[in-house]
Structure formats: C-alpha cells, structure tokens
C-alpha cells in the first residue's frame, strides 16, 4: 500500500519503509539534512522534529525524537523540521533569535534546539509572566536583554517559557546560558504565522496501513480488534506505541522483527478517564499527556513524571510501553505499585485484570502472554494523601534511575494506616517492599518506627553493583530514602 506523508507541506511519499526504518534515516534520505543523528537513543535532541498531533478540537506542534520513531508510523501525518521552519532569507523568530544571541557555535545540535523551543513557541497556554507573579514587569515587546538578569521564577522566563521543552537537547560547545536567552526573549507568535494558523485545525487522521520492507512489515490497524487480531495470528510481532525503548533496539541491536504493530493511534488505547473509584489511563496515552489531563489529581504521578526522561522522550513514551518491557529499571513500575494499580490486559479471546504487583515474573518478564497487550493502567481513588518518589540517578533529570522508590501512606490520629513502597533497579523485577510495609502498618509515625522500617526496607530486593552503583549504595540509599520522607512528612500535618 502506497503511503504519504506531509514533511514541511509538500506531501511525500514513504516508499518501501517497512518497520525498521526510523524517521530520522528516511528524511535524510530524503535530502532533509539539517535533521542529525548524535546519539540514536533519544538522549541528545539533535534528531528533534515537531509533529502535528491532536489537541482538543485542534492541534498541537510536539517535539519528538526522530530518531527512535519508525518512519511508517508517520503515514499520514504531518511533520515539519529546521528547514522547514525557515530559511536564510526568512528565518524563523526562533532561529533569529538563538543566531542573534550566539546560541549557536557548531550548530550540530541546533536543529534538534530550534524544533524544540518552537514546540515551546507554539505552546496554547504560553503566557508572559506579569508584574504581580514575580516581582518583574517583561519588556512590552516580551524580549527580555541578554545583558540583564531574566524575570523567571524556577521553571519559566519572563515570556512564560518553560525551559524544560529543552530538557531533552545537549549542546556541547555552546553553553547554555546564550540558548536560554534566546528562549527567554521569545515573543508571541504572529496571528498570521501559518504555522499558528495550522493549531486551529483538527490533527492528520490515522488511517490502517501494512507497508512491507526488505526486512519486515510494519501494519498500523484500524482499532483494537484488528490490532489483537495480527497479534494472535502473529504473537511474535512487536508493538510499538512511543518507540523509545523499541527505536534504541533497532539502531544499536539492529533488531529486525518480521512484523511491527503500531498501536499508538487506536483510540481505544488513547482514552483517560476519571470516575468514581478509578482513574483509568490507556496504553497508548503519552506520559506528556497524562501530565496534562492529569496534573495534580496523583501527587505520586505529578513528581514522577517531569523526573521520567525528558520532554522530548515524554511526548512519545507511554506507560503501556514502560510497563510493557517489564524492566526491573523503569520509573512508572515503583510509583504504579504504591498506587495500587492494576493492568488490564486484551487479546483477541477477551479481557483480563491483574494486579500490578503480580505483573512482573521476572528479568523483562511478566505474566502478559505473547497474544495479549496492555490496554488500561487503572489506579484506585481516593489515592493516599502522603506520597513521594525518590530517584537515585546521577543526574538530576534525563537519566535512569540508579534505585528508584515510590511511597503511598495514609495515617490515622498519628498510627500507619496504610502504606504501600514499590521499588525499582534493586531486583531483577520492580517489587513491593512488604516487609518494611508491615514494619510500618499499625505503628505511630515516628521516628523510631521509621528508623526500624528503613533497615528492614534496607533489606528489600537483591541489589547487584554495576556501573550505575554498587550494591552497598544501592542499600543504604534505601534506608536513607525512608528517612528523608519522615522528615518531609513528619505527620503532623495529615490526619485521616
């Protein structure tokens, strides 16, 4: 079958794509080389394109990483990259402004910066900071002079940019310091900027497709039945819905499945909802999105997410895929299991559901059988009214986790009503801590409770040393993560 897709308005076709075959390789094929491959693990941005995905009744300019993306899964869409934004005679505001302020010295990583800061220009809900949020009153024009200190609070400058769009883009030779003035002295876009004018109407539809390459297929279907279908007549297919985990097979193991199944399109993945007992999330929902349908309803949910890669990643990854991997490091694994979560898990024979905690069997293993997929995360509400996730990285953001802990406690006149620890990169599954659970259930939240709680929570998994940490570290990061939250959340504020 023949399919297109829309890069910069012209419409192209993808030729014989197949499943393997990234965006990133197919544009540059394509003559678009201003897009660049620097670590084909979605780590650097130097890939960063900006689709155009739904948003409401309209549509929204989101960052992603080429290169981890198959081209396939593109059909029918629209995509648009540096060359595309503008060109020498007639750049872009943003390119202006990161050439005019020197945020730009090899110019490798620029255009994965000038994607991603355009995604952040275009933002709906992107508003300058006025006088009475932090003290300062930006330029009338919204620029702010890079000789002078910047109007921000922690995480926005003076024209409401959030400087975490950026979170996902290395520049090695630059500085940041010039990247973040151009971000900063960004104004509104112009209300004839066509690429404005594009978010007031809906999102490309996502037709089915089955394109055939040499080394494998790659079929998008219609809905969910058609999707269980291939996989039951197929169970050795791989499903796709972000790619960031899968993209990094194929570009550094080379894997080649015989048949990808995308299913980052089937609506009956993508729904969300919140309802009387449950918050039901679908496989396919971006973490970006649940961020923003979700905000602050799961306090658990609102740290973890802006910790869980980087923008970049999080406009592409889900927690179906996280989850579905079934790696002992993943960061959604620890905060789901304080919650409680449950997976509901499809195949062509029917539905079930299984609780999170008797999920993992094993290393990358689970009891999900090769004929099913993930369908809904659903998490029980009311949701405990302490929590807190604690990630041991060796960065601040954009790393993977070292050791990872979730809490979720509810406190009763002062005595642990409940409490629930899930933990991750300890074992060779994320896992329930029980013990250091029962070492706390029914005892007074004090601080010798917790001291007894966080060495038998010491005890917890089989951590192994490698080149993340030692297993030593990994232990007494353990018990000191227990007595951090004690100290964060002393009790006396909560309660129930």
């Keep these: 079958m023949e399919a297109r897709l829309v890069v910069n308005g012209q419409r192209r076709d993808l ?4 499943g393997h075959v990234t965006l990133l390789e197919w ?16 780590e650097c941005g130097a890939c960063a394109v900006l689709v155009a995905r739904p948003d409401g009744d309209g549509t929204r300019w989101t ?18 990259t540096a060359e595309g ?82 979170s996902g883009n290395l520049c090695r030779c630059t500085g940041y310091r010039p990247i973040r003035d151009a971000a900063y002295a960004l104004g509104q876009p112009d209300p004839d900027d066509p690429l404005l004018a594009r978010l007031r109407r809906p999102a490309p539809a996502s037709p ?9 297929s790659y079929a998008r279907p219609a809905d969910l039945a058609e999707a269980l279908e291939l996989l039951a007549e197929q169970p050795a297919a791989q499903l796709v819905a972000g790619s960031t985990d899968f993209g990094v097979e194929l570009n550094l193991r080379h894997a080649r499945p015989a048949l990808t199944i995308g299913i980052d399109r089937i609506a009956e993945l993508r729904e969300l909802s919140v309802s009387d007992g449950w918050i039901s999330i679908g496989a396919a929902v971006t973490l970006s999105e649940i961020e923003q349908a979700v905000g602050d309803a799961v306090p658990l949910l609102a740290e973890l997410l802006p910790q869980f890669g980087s923008r970049l990643i999080r406009n592409s990854a889900t927690l179906g895929g996280n989850l579905g991997t079934a790696s002992p490091i993943g960061d959604a694994a620890p905060a789901l299991l304080a919650l409680d979560a449950s997976l509901v898990l499809a195949s062509r024979d029917g539905e079930r559901t299984v609780a999170l905690a008797d999920y993992f069997t094993g290393y990358r293993q689970s009891v999900r059988r090769p004929d099913e997929l993930i369908k809904t995360i659903r998490i029980p509400t009311p949701v405990a009214p302490i929590s ?33 620890i899930g933990l991750g990169g300890v074992a060779a599954t994320p896992l329930r801590a029980r013990d250091a659970e029962a070492a706390l259930i029914g005892r007074q939240w004090s601080p010798a409770t917790v001291q007894a709680a966080a060495a038998t929570l010491a005890q917890a998994g089989t951590p192994l ?28 504020e909560v309660h129930e």
């Design 27 to 42: 544009l540059r094929s394509a003559g678009l080389t201003g897009t660049k491959e620097g670590c084909a693990e979605g």
């Design 63 to 80: 960052a992603v990483n080429a290169c981890l993306l198959p081209a396939a899964g593109l059909a029918g869409q629209e995509v648009i």
């Design 85 to 166: 934004l503008g060109s020498a005679d007639d750049l872009h505001p943003v390119q202006r402004e990161l050439a005019g302020r020197g945020g730009s010295q090899c110019g490798y990583c620029t255009p994965g910066f000038v994607c991603s800061m355009a995604a952040e220009y275009y933002r709906p809900d992107r508003r300058p900071v006025t006088a009475g949020q932090n003290g300062h009153q930006p330029p009338a024009d919204g620029h702010q002079p890079a000789d002078q200190p910047a109007a921000h609070d922690a995480e926005h400058g003076p024209n409401g940019f959030d400087l975490h769009a950026l």
């Design 465 to 492: 040393s490698d080149h993340r940490a030692s297993a030593e570290y990994r232990i007494a990061m353990l018990r000191e993560s227990l007595l951090k939250l004690h100290a964060e959340h002393p009790g006396k």
């Design 15 to 18: 030729g014989d794509v197949g």
């Design 388 to 420: 807190a996730f604690h990630k041991i990285a060796k960065r601040r953001f954009d790393d993977i986790s070292s050791v990872a802990v979730a809490y979720a406690l509810r406190l009763d006149r002062g005595t642990v009503a409940e409490a629930r």
């Design 208 to 216: 089915a497709i089955r394109l055939t390459g040499r080394h494998g």
